[in-house]
């Protein structure tokens, strides 16, 4: 379709090996749907950020998404963020407009409006595992709910606990438990964080933002434990319209 109609609207992913992305094939089958034949979205697979200027200058770009692991990277090349992208500290969608590029985080809105149908009045101590881009819209978005978090990462560091630290007495304490890293994506899908599950219980809810496998090892410990479990396709879907939303505005 692209070699016969000229494509006036594009959009597109930025990150590093993408080819599994939801982003593409998501806007692509809206476009297909809602009959926009001169709209496009690509994907810009890139492994360092060097030509990031380039892609940029792709004709009709309208705007783009970024994902894993340029979220923090990009802001930067950036002349103006969003309030909540500058207290986020991370870009996850971007506007090409006629006063330059915009960075916006519309993680936050996406993994916001996934989690609230999901709480219950004891949820109120969340684990946030990872400490990249992702885990930063969502620590925000705890805060902004009132739900005291914590950073779970490999390295120690002041006001956060290590895997190997954590004791099961602990886990049965943060009845909210977010996995923001990229373990037991497929197609690694039998690792999971190296938690002690034996802490989760019918109290737990467990939020993973990886959405293939449907259901991930990590979430499979909490649902065998009785807790509430979800993927990250929800956030991806609301986040998706969310920068569709900003791009058209």
């Known amino acids: 379709m692209e070699e016969i109609v000229k494509i006036k609207h594009r959009y597109g992913l930025i990150g590093k090996n993408i080819s599994y992305s939801f982003s593409k094939g998501h806007f ?34 309208r705007g783009v998404n970024v994902t894993i692991p340029y979220k923090e990277q990009v ?3 950036l002349e103006e963020l969003d309030e909540d ?17 915009k960075g916006y985080n519309t993680d936050a809105y996406g993994f916001q409006e996934s989690l609230k149908p999901l709480l219950q009045p004891h949820h109120q101590q969340a ?24 950073y779970v990462s490999r ?11 954590l004791t099961a007495t602990q886990i049965e304490k943060f009845t909210i438990i977010i996995n923001c890293s990229p373990v037991g994506t497929h197609p690694n899908v039998l690792e999971k964080p190296l938690l002690p599950y034996q802490g989760i219980n019918a109290n ?14 990590f979430l499979a410990e909490g649902r065998k434990r009785g807790g509430i479990t979800q993927n990250g396709l929800p956030m991806l879907q609301l986040q998706a319209e969310k920068a569709w939303e900003i791009w058209n505005s």
């Open 204 to 217: 737990h809810l467990l939020y993973d933002l990886i959405y293939n496998p449907a259901e991930t090892a």
């Open 155 to 165: 390295t120690a560091a002041q006001g956060r606990f290590t895997y190997d630290a």
């Open 85 to 101: 992208a500058a207290t986020i500290g991370a870009v996850n969608t971007i506007k090409i407009g006629k006063n330059g590029l």
């Open 75 to 77: 802001i930067p090349y």
């Open 28 to 61: 692509t089958q809206k476009f297909k749907e809602q009959g926009l034949v001169d709209h496009a979205y690509d994907n810009f697979d890139l492994p360092n950020l060097d030509t990031l200027e380039q892609v940029f200058k792709t004709p009709a770009l």
């Open 127 to 150: 684990l946030i595992l990872g400490t990249g881009g992702a885990s930063k819209a969502v620590a925000f978005v705890l805060k902004r709910l009132n739900i005291h978090c914590v």
